[in-house]
């Protein structure tokens, strides 16, 4: 699922950044319609997050690490920091030596340049996403990358306090809502304060795929839950795009009762029927690199697109090259950066996954 959300993020953002801004949208609806619930990657990433972090916690009756909250925060360090900083680096540099990439074009990518000193700092701090001006300079994608590594520390101090003490049922919605409430009278709306409480979303997803049992009918409310907010989401989008905390919380909710359902018909040794593409091979591979293709696909695509810009091609062709050439040649960028930089820093648990997919024994 982490590798599809990737492929949809790269997919959304090849059509903004074809052509000059908001050409694409203006002169091909139809494919902007249909493309633009690649937006909803980053909720589902923030909701699978919340998800694959608590699972281990759910074998403690209290909810504890292993091996601590210290524990915790060095194997998160150790998984996200270097591959993070390396990206970053990759993007000042083509900022840097490629004049195309510094220089206002009229573009999608203007809204991440100029770069000031602020905007590295920021970034080098991971607070970027504390101010619009810094947010999406350099990499835009990297705004999400913030809020994540924040919610960690979120993560043991606040939410799992939380957890332990109200009902998981309460919790969620109520700081869902809260912070959405915050972010509509002007706290830090860029940073989509609301992604904490889909992160908190995902957590109670894990407790309730492992526990032993569930009052009657609920997974057959949340199934009815992950189908209702896929036709909302259908339903209400032309009259919701200026609204995108809605879509994200819809998107988010009906994602975390989905990832219930199928998690516990895992469990159970159940079919998951259509879903089961997601066992696949190519998406397994996908979800492994997954990081690595969000960390660094936009500014690539966004040279790719303004290398192309002076050939003065109409929109649907500029499009075309974008998605036959670019995004291939993007994707293959990134699977090189995993395996470069990312890979020396997987978990044990994507260890093996590498292992199995390649066909190489895990190291030991």
Known sequence: MRGAAALA??????????GL??????????????????????????????YVLMLPLTKSPTLQFRGGVGQFFKRRAKRILPPYFAALAISLALIAFIPVMNQQGGTAWDSKIPVDVGGVVSHLLLLHDVSPDWAFQIDGPLWSVAVEW??????????????????????????????????????????????VGLFAAGMFAAQLTTRPTLPRGTVGWLTAAAIGAAALLLV???????????????????????????GRRTTQGASIGLFAVFESKPLRYAGLVSYSVYLIHSPLLALGNLLLLPLGLPVAAQYTLMMLVV???TLALCWAFFQLVERHFQNSHQTKESATLTHHPAAP
């Open 327 to 329: 995004v291939p040649v």
């Open 9 to 18: 993020v790269v997919v959304f953002h090849t059509f903004l950044f074809t």
């Open 150 to 195: 924040q919610i960690y520390f979120l993560m043991p101090l606040i939410l799992l306090p939380l957890f332990r003490r109200f009902s998981p049922w309460i919790v969620t919605p109520a700081l869902t809502l809260l912070l959405l409430a915050a972010s509509l009278v002007g706290f830090a709306p860029w940073a989509h304060p609301w992604l």
């Open 21 to 50: 801004e908001g050409q694409a949208a203006a002169e091909l609806p139809v494919i902007g319609w249909l493309i633009g619930y690649g937006y909803l990657g980053v909720p589902i990433f923030i909701v699978l997050s919340g």
């Open 236 to 262: 209400l989008s032309p009259f919701t795009q200026d609204k995108v905390w809605f879509s994200e919380i819809i998107g988010g909710a009906g994602f975390m009762a989905l990832l219930v359902v199928l």
